[in-house]
T-cell receptor, first 116, second 113 residues
């Protein structure tokens, strides 16, 4: 069965609204969470890296005030796209890093966001 | 900056034939090289990986080779099946923890029945 879940799997929203995406590691604890964005027919681009209980580190060009990341527990991290615009339409994928030191091999199933 | 080049971008093969995807990395500190398969609308799935102290690894119909001197690594799929059709990404990383992972651009594999 799935070891990483994301909710929702897809969402359509109006421009200007905020969307929250949840990522849960089901079989292990994750101190670190990687959040990626993937545009159609493109590769995965790292947006930010979050650690449980501390602020996320954002990649260059990613607005931290627009993409709010909360990593409040070892099994849950959320990404909120604030004031979404059509150019934010993308596939968002999380990737939890096991606290145990095991390989970071699982990605979430992804959340497709469409902003109208 | 560091990058990973992946070729070809699209590959079409007949069922039963072999498929080869090649990647080149630039960061000499990379020592972990995973390959992912991504089906439409889903997250990537790890299919095989190789560490820098190994030159080749095989898992049933899938094999990966690594030439650390040349900074090349390749994915080989034998006896392809229609369900192998997907996008494949190579990646290079300094460790297995996921930090500083650089992904290739992806190869869209079509296996024709």
């Amino acid at each position: 069965g799935a070891v990483v879940s994301q909710h929702p799997s897809w969402v359509i929203c109006k421009s200007g609204t905020s969307v929250k995406i949840e990522c849960r590691s089901l079989d292990f604890q994750a101190t670190t969470m990687f959040w990626y964005r993937q545009f159609p027919k493109q590769s995965l681009m790292l947006m930010a890296t979050s650690n449980e209980g501390s602020k996320a580190t954002y990649e260059q060009g990613v607005e931290k005030d627009k993409f709010l990341i909360n990593h409040a527990s070892l099994t849950l991290s959320t990404l909120t796209v604030t004031s979404a615009h059509p150019e934010d339409s993308s596939f968002y994928i999380c990737r939890p890093r096991p606290t145990s030191g095991q390989e970071t091999q699982y990605f979430g199933p992804g959340t497709r966001l469409l902003v109208l | 900056g560091e990058n990973v080049e992946q070729h070809p971008s699209t590959l079409s093969v007949q069922e039963g034939d072999s498929a080869v995807i090649k990647c080149t990395y630039s960061d000499s500190a990379s020592n972990y090289f995973p390959w992912y398969k991504q089906e439409l609308g889903k997250g990537p799935q790890l299919i095989i990986d190789i560490r820098s102290n190994v030159g080749e690894k095989k898992d049933q119909r899938i094999a990966v080779t690594l030439n650390k001197t040349a900074k090349h690594f390749s994915l080989h799929i034998t006896e392809t099946q229609p369900e192998d059709s997907a996008v494949y990404f190579c990646a290079a990383s300094i460790d297995t923890g996921g930090f500083k992972t650089i992904f290739g651009a992806g190869t869209r594999l079509f296996v024709k029945a």
